[in-house]
């Protein structure tokens, strides 16, 4: 009987009632999706492993590394794997068509990307292929690519265009994998490098380490640079994680405006919910007064009030997060280029409805506590 | 027989600023069980104020009132609220009708807080709604029903959980003549025909005839009905 009446309370106002709910669907939404956009933002860092470390220039990004401390390196103690590779940023048709490509010592990269998913037959023909490449699923669905066909990318570190030829397909270990890479043969790069330009040969961009345990990273990257101190090209090496955020951290300040936002609108939902429910609560005082006058105590009224307030919260909640699905969608066709990977967490789907909650409950708060102090009599007193 | 209500030496004040002004002075009053009493005076003598006191739904400044052997000045604000419950019928001028629940659900309101079944709470309201004979009625809401009949629905409200008394502020206040007229005869069957203590307020000479009893309440002092101020106020 309780909950009926919660119930019809809720919607004696059908208008306010569903406005009320059509900004919290709204704010639950909008929620929803800057959330998306900071975990997609970091999704790189996640997916990175932590057995893996990034050696560069201490300098800088954008500054080489002899080839000639590959060797060096691999007689680091703990280090079971070491490759190298350089950012091409090579051009495909359009400057639009912007997609990571990497020039990569093909074996012992794939063998430090386990997740990176390739049928055996296909990874053979790419390692034998000079001028392979190989692509994540999501690209090349992207351009209609097929296995045998030839891509065309236009160089701008390294000059001229690049001819490559599509031998395999990597699929994604799981949802947080990026589908959207293309990489190819260090050696190609190299070779053509010492034909056209040999000051620029044998210069690598990064090496990365496949450590034997995670627990020997912070030993294991000091005694790399160690190797390198007081040459001419110093390195620092840290783990992957810590190299992707380094990424991150240009556009850290991005994110915590989009992070404060996201507050933002559950601070103002949170106003329009009090709002709606001390509208309701002040209307209905001579009620809670009868309620009180007949003996049901500031349980029942609490119980009436939050109640109501939870129950618009969770419809709205319910249906902002059903909505988020089709937006996130439609969001990712969009721009899904910059956001290779643009899932909805279910962090997410935990944070909307923990936020629904806290506005339910705080929104409740100082309703019920009018309700409650008024004293009966001059509650009664509002009649007709 | 013991008076059911016993009230001593009931004084009441109201803070208005810094100067409070003197609502009920020394009131003294017993009423019998079984008694339908009225209770009569110019607006703003405290007549609802006294009613509110007996009633449990506001606390005295001093003085105590013994309803059935228990001083309900000396109860907190929960056991009040219990007692409430158990021993007081309300009907108000406003009928005060929850109007998002039926007349049904009206009256099993305050046997929610009883531990009746389902089944007994259906039995309690079905005798209840026959007794005002609104049985035809059951599922309609205060607004698709008249006001005399919405205070039937209240006076149903009021009997279902058998109070010990019943208090009715100005019960027929806001109705037409033959509306208040069926109001008062059944006010009057819950006294002859079940015995129940009723006290009313009223502004209306003829509610008050169908009373057996009446007191005068004048500038916060209590007098039994003077025949020259009962036909002023008239
Ligand atoms: N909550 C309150 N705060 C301050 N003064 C009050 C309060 N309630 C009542 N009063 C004052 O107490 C006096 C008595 O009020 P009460 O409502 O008991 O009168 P009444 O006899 O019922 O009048 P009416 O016939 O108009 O209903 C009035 O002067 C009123 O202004
Ligand atoms: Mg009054």
Redesign the pocket.
């Known amino acids: 009987m309780l909950l009926k009446l919660l119930f019809r309370n809720a919607f004696r106002h059908k208008l306010r009632a569903g406005l009320t709910i059509c900004g919290i669907c709204v704010a639950i939404l909008a929620f929803g999706l800057l959330r998306t956009v900071v975990s997609a933002w970091y999704a790189g860092v996640d997916a990175s492993s932590s057995t893996r470390l990034v050696t560069r220039n201490a300098i800088s990004l954008i500054f080489p590394l002899p080839l000639s401390y590959k060797d060096k390196i691999r007689g680091v103690e703990g280090v079971k794997i070491v490759s190298l590779g350089n950012w091409f940023g090579g051009i495909y048709i359009e400057e639009k068509n912007f997609f990571a490509n990497f020039a990569v010592d093909s074996k012992t990269y794939l063998d430090l990307y386990p997740e990176f998913v390739i049928p055996p037959d296909q990874k053979l023909s790419f390692l034998k292929e000079r001028k392979g490449c190989v692509v994540g699923s999501k690209l090349a669905n992207r351009f209609g690519w097929k296995l045998g066909d030839t891509i065309v990318l236009r160089g701008t570190i390294f000059p001229g265009k690049w001819e490559f030829i599509l031998r395999a397909i990597y699929k994604g270990r799981d949802k947080t994998i990026d589908e959207s890479q293309f990489f190819f043969h260090w050696d190609y790069l190299n070779e053509t490098m010492k034909k056209i330009l040999p000051r620029r040969a044998d210069q690598v961009g990064f090496y990365m380490i496949g450590m034997s345990s995670p627990d020997i990273a912070a030993s294991t990257s000091k005694s790399v640079d160690s190797l390198f101190k007081n040459s001419f090209a110093e390195t620092l090496t840290e783990t992957e994680k810590a190299f992707q955020t380094s990424f991150i951290a240009l556009s850290q300040t991005i994110l915590t405006v989009i992070q404060l936002v996201s507050l933002v609108v559950i601070v103002i939902i949170l106003a329009v919910v009090a709002n709606t429910m001390a509208m309701s609560v002040r209307e209905r005082m001579n009620e809670y007064a009868v309620f009180k006058t007949l003996g049901f105590g500031g349980f029942y009224l609490s119980i009436l009030i939050l109640g109501e307030s939870l129950l618009i919260t969770a419809i709205g909640c319910a249906i902002g997060i059903i909505a988020t699905f089709p937006a996130a969608d439609a969001f990712a066709r969009a721009v899904g280029d910059f956001f290779p990977i643009f899932n909805i967490s279910l962090r997410t789907l935990y944070l909307d409805m923990l936020a629904a909650l806290i506005v339910g409950v705080v929104a409740a708060i100082f309703p019920i506590w009018r309700a409650i102090s008024v ?1 009966i ?2 509650g009664l ?1 509002r009649a007709g | 027989m013991a008076p059911i209500v016993e009230i001593k030496d009931l004084t009441k004040s ?3 600023g810094n100067q409070s ?1 003197i ?1 009920l002075e020394n009131i003294s009053l017993s009423i019998e069980d079984g008694d339908f009493l009225a209770l009569m ?10 009613l509110n006191l007996i009633a449990g739904l506001d606390k005295a400044d001093s003085g105590s009132i013994k309803v059935a052997g228990i001083d309900i000045s000396l109860l907190s604000e929960s056991m009040l609220a219990k007692w409430r419950s158990e021993n007081v019928g309300f009907i108000f001028q406003f009928y005060n009708l929850v109007p998002v629940l039926t007349a049904f659900e009206n009256v099993e309101l305050p046997l929610i807080l009883t531990n009746l079944s389902k089944k007994e709470r259906k039995e309690h309201v079905t005798t209840a709604l026959n007794l005002v004979n609104l049985e035809d009625r059951v599922d309609h809401y205060p607004r698709q029903l008249s006001g005399g009949q919405q205070q039937r629905v209240a006076i149903a409200r009021a009997v279902v959980t058998d109070p010990t008394m019943i208090v009715a ?2 019960p027929t206040g806001d109705l037409d003549r033959a509306s208040a007229e069926e109001v008062l005869r059944l006010m009057e069957r819950l006294s002859s025909d079940i015995g129940k203590t009723i006290i009313m ?1 009223t ?1 209306d000479p003829r509610a008050a005839k169908k009373a057996n009893n009446m007191k005068y ?1 004048e500038k916060g002092v209590l007098a039994n009905a003077p025949e020259a101020s009962f036909s002023e106020c008239l």
Do not use: F, Q, W
């Open positions: 004293p009599a001059s007193g | 109201y803070r208005r002004i609502v005076g110019p607006s703003g003598s405290g007549k609802s104020t006294l502020d100005e307020v502004h309440l």
